[in-house]
């Protein structure tokens, strides 16, 4: 039979060291913004609640949502919205002209979703802390030319550093998930103008493409998406094998064969 899974992603955090650390992990946030995703009982809550200048926490649970709200009535720098984060407009809980830190124990059903929602919204961002299946969290860091490279990588590493902190184990959650779990730190510094890149839709759209199929080289994909043969043939740049696949290349490459095919 298979195992029961908690609804919305809730394995809650129950190792005391644990919060501590992944709270610690965002740094002085006094005079800070701070955008908390999936509250939940309020494991890490608890502690920023007492730090930053201004708590945001996004959980969608109508059971938490509510009773956290209850917990800090009254309390000026702390405030709940009760929605699907992936339906929150991350820019408009954020005072003009600042931006904002963000933390979480991740619903790890939608991490990527969530991870793409905060790219999206990078221009608002400094950093986040956010924990997730360790997996998911070895393919973000992953360099070129490894195993775990792939399109989440390129598109996390095109906006921000990622910085790998610690590992949990299923035991430091009530329930314990199936599997371990990673907190990683992405500071957010999109390199769109130091890779040459004028549309960045453009070569989100592109990066989306040249991985479409993990088995085929990358000329192949980009024949799929639409490419003609000759075209690729006549601009392809020197340094890049024409046998190569996306998960070998550099961003700096992938940008050099997108400028190239404009
Ligand atoms: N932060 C708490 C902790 O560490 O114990 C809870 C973490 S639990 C892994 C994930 C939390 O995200 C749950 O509270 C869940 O209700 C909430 N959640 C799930 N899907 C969500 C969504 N789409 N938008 C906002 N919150 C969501």
Known sequence: MPKHKPKLGQNFLVDDNARHRIADALGEISQRTVLEI???????????AGRAGNLIAIELDNELAPALAARYA????????HQDILETDLASLIPPGETADVIGNLPYYITSDILLHLFAAAGHLNRAVVMMQREVAERIAATPGHREYGLLSATSQLYCRVENLFTLPPAAFSPPPEVHSTVLRFHFAPRFVGLGIDDPVAFDRFLKQSFAQKRKTLSNNLRSAGYESTLLAAVWPAEISPQARAEALTLEQMALLFRALR
């Open 38 to 48: 999936g509250p939940g009982k309020g494991a890490i809550t608890d502690i920023l």
């Open 74 to 81: 009254g309390r000026e720098n702390f405030r709940v919205v």
